[in-house]
């Protein structure tokens, strides 16, 4: 753990074992900090915030650090890519492309810093002058999850960074080692001591410690839906501002006027990528009525062909899920699907490769007949599983799309502007794809509708999410009232 600028071991000593999900190898041995780690953090970012520069100091300044966090990145890509495929399993271009966009997302937070010189206002009081300035919340924890891990912290940390804020990062316990390393290049880059803290540990004890601690200002967190709600719970604590992104259920339509190889492909992409574990998965596909029964047909084709493997192969195309204990959870839905009377058209098991026994591995699955009322449609599987449901208009993939309590992105695959933009404009979900699915980066803001979360990350929202609003009113000539004679 990275706390006051120091490397450090957890204070009780413990560790923890790093698991390799394609093999079940040990990898690493991390830290495994609790409450009192955590502490020690806060504290850190605490004096760092209130004692420090780096909150008072040159906006650019701040920013050519950040910058240089981003270089670095650069400069250790492959390295970085290699340590996310041995930490998730997901495959080493996918990694390089995760690296890709962090050193961007860090490029990008850094030339935001110095950006808003905040903005004089009409005053309607004579001789007074208002203005309204940003400044940094303070300091800020920041919780990330398994899928993306360092994607999901870099999100975090280069806008709180930027800001001006200091921060105490606590990664997944079981993904940690590509956030270890950036922050050996946040000490290289020369970032000041206790402005930026890392602690390792699980959940229940060093996550909590961040999300209840009055001398947190801001708790940003990634990750289920139901940890979310317990966060919000504790943060309200000292009312501490939240950023919060959650789940999703994300709806792919598809109408019969659709480019059709592009929207079987990128359906695949949607639903299948990195194993499902993806926030913004397309799992739920409503397909319109005339072209169901060819669709779903070709998207089995293709979905059986689909190569699962070692992410340090380059032939393979998606590797294993996460942990044993994520494997199991996605067998249950499995099972909830097929006693909800969905029909299991293809998957629905583990692999029988011999290659594959010893990693966490499950096989694309599609259901078919699916229904808007079924769980296995409803809920977040966070998995290789798509639901497939059929709607016969517009207003109904729409009325379908919506009917889920989250909100975070979808996508609308048609060859008619009008129609696609008459869909776009009427699903709540924070991102909508037109004729494509996925893509995200620095420059467009990210975040959910409805439970799929508070607040936004990316683009200049994302920034904004670290700063306080100040207004500075000035009497330029001051006068006695006499309201109280
Ligand atoms: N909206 C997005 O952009 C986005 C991106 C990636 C992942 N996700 C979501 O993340 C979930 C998968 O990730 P996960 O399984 O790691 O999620 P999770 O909620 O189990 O864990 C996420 C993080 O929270 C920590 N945590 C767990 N309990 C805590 C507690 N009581 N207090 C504080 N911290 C606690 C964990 O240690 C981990 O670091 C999925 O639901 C996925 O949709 C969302
Ligand atoms: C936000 N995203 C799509 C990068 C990862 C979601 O799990």
């Given at each position: 753990m990275y706390i006051n600028g120091e490397w450090v071991n957890a204070k009780s000593g413990k560790t923890r074992e790093i698991v390799n999900p394609y093999n079940q190898e040990v990898i690493a041995m991390a830290a495994e900090g609790n409450e009192q780690d955590a502490r020690a953090a806060i504290q850190a970012a605490r004096i760092a915030f209130d004692e420090g520069n780096w909150r008072t100091m040159p906006a650019s300044a701040r920013g050519e650090l950040v910058y240089q966090i981003g270089q670095l990145i650069r400069r250790d890509l492959q390295e970085l890519a290699e340590l996310e495929t041995w930490d998730t399993g997901k495959t080493v271009q996918e990694s390089r492309d995760d690296m890709a966009d962090i050193a961007n997302v860090f490029l990008y937070f850094a030339g935001l810093a110095d950006k808003d010189g905040g903005e004089?206002?009409?005053?309607?009081?004579?001789?007074?002058?208002?203005?309204?300035?940003?400044?940094?919340?303070?300091?800020?924890?920041?919780?990330?999850?398994?899928?993306?891990?360092?994607?999901?912290?870099?999100?975090?940390?280069?806008?709180?960074?930027?800001?001006?804020?200091?921060?105490?990062?606590?990664?997944?316990?079981?993904?940690p080692l590509t956030t270890v390393k950036v922050f050996k290049l946040i000490e290289e880059a020369g970032i000041p001591k206790g402005v930026a803290n890392l602690v390792l540990g699980a959940g229940a004890s060093a996550g909590a410690e961040l999300s209840v601690n009055r001398d947190v200002d801001l708790i940003s967190f990634t990750g289920g839906i139901e940890t979310g709600k317990t966060i919000m719970q504790a943060a309200s604590h000292n009312v501490k501002k939240i950023a919060l992104e959650l789940g999703g259920k994300n709806p792919n339509?598809?109408?019969?006027?659709?480019?059709?190889?592009?929207?079987?492909?990128q359906a695949l992409n949607a639903v299948f990528f990195h194993a499902g574990q993806v926030c913004s998965?397309?799992?739920?596909?409503?397909?319109?009525?005339?072209?169901?029964?060819?669709?779903?047909?070709?998207?089995?084709?293709?979905?059986?062909?689909?190569?699962?493997?070692?992410?340090?192969?380059?032939?393979?195309?998606?590797?294993?899920?996460?942990?044993?204990?994520?494997?199991?959870?996605?067998?249950?839905?499995?099972?909830?699907?097929?006693?909800?009377?969905?029909?299991?058209?293809?998957?629905?098991?583990?692999?029988?490769?011999?290659?594959?026994?010893?990693?966490?591995?499950?096989?694309?699955?599609?259901?078919?007949?699916?229904?808007?009322?079924?769980?296995?449609?409803?809920?977040?599987?966070?998995?290789?599983?798509?639901?497939?449901?059929?709607?016969?208009?517009?207003?109904?993939?729409?009325?379908?799309?919506?009917?889920?309590?989250?909100?975070?992105?979808?996508?609308?695959w048609t060859q008619d502007l009008d129609?696609?933009?008459?869909?776009?404009?009427?699903?709540?979900?924070?991102?909508?794809?037109?004729?494509?699915?996925?893509?995200?980066f620095a420059q467009a803001p990210w975040g959910g509708y409805k439970q799929s979360g508070i607040g936004r990350?990316?683009?200049?929202?994302?920034?904004?999410?670290y700063t306080e609003v100040k207004h500075i009113y000035r009497n330029k000539q001051p006068e006695p009232l006499h309201w109280f004679k």
């Open positions: 004089v206002i009409q005053s309607p009081i004579p001789d007074s002058e208002s203005k309204v300035v940003r400044e940094p919340v303070g300091v800020c924890g920041q919780i990330t999850p398994w899928n993306y891990p360092l994607l999901q912290a870099a999100w975090k940390i280069a806008p709180a960074l930027a800001a001006g804020n200091t921060i105490v990062m606590k990664p997944s316990e079981i993904t339509i598809v109408f019969a006027d659709a480019d059709f190889e592009t929207a079987v492909d998965a397309g799992a739920r596909l409503l397909v319109e009525e005339g072209i169901h029964n060819e669709f779903v047909e070709t998207l089995i084709e293709r979905t059986k062909r689909i190569k699962l493997g070692n992410g340090f192969d380059e032939n393979s195309q998606s590797g294993p899920l996460i942990s044993a204990e994520h494997r199991t959870k996605v067998e249950q839905y499995v099972e909830i699907g097929k006693k909800e009377g969905a029909t299991l058209a293809v998957g629905g098991q583990r692999p029988d490769d011999p290659e594959l026994q010893n990693g966490f591995f499950y096989l694309p699955t599609i259901f078919t007949n699916c229904t808007n009322d079924m769980r296995i449609v409803q809920e977040e599987v966070f998995g290789p599983v798509l639901t497939v449901e059929t709607f016969q208009t517009k207003e109904e993939a729409v009325k379908l799309a919506n009917d889920t309590i989250y909100g975070l992105a979808g996508a609308v129609k696609a933009e008459f869909v776009a404009a009427r699903l709540r979900l924070g991102t909508v794809w037109i004729n494509d699915f996925h893509p995200y990350e990316l683009g200049h929202e994302g920034m904004e999410e």
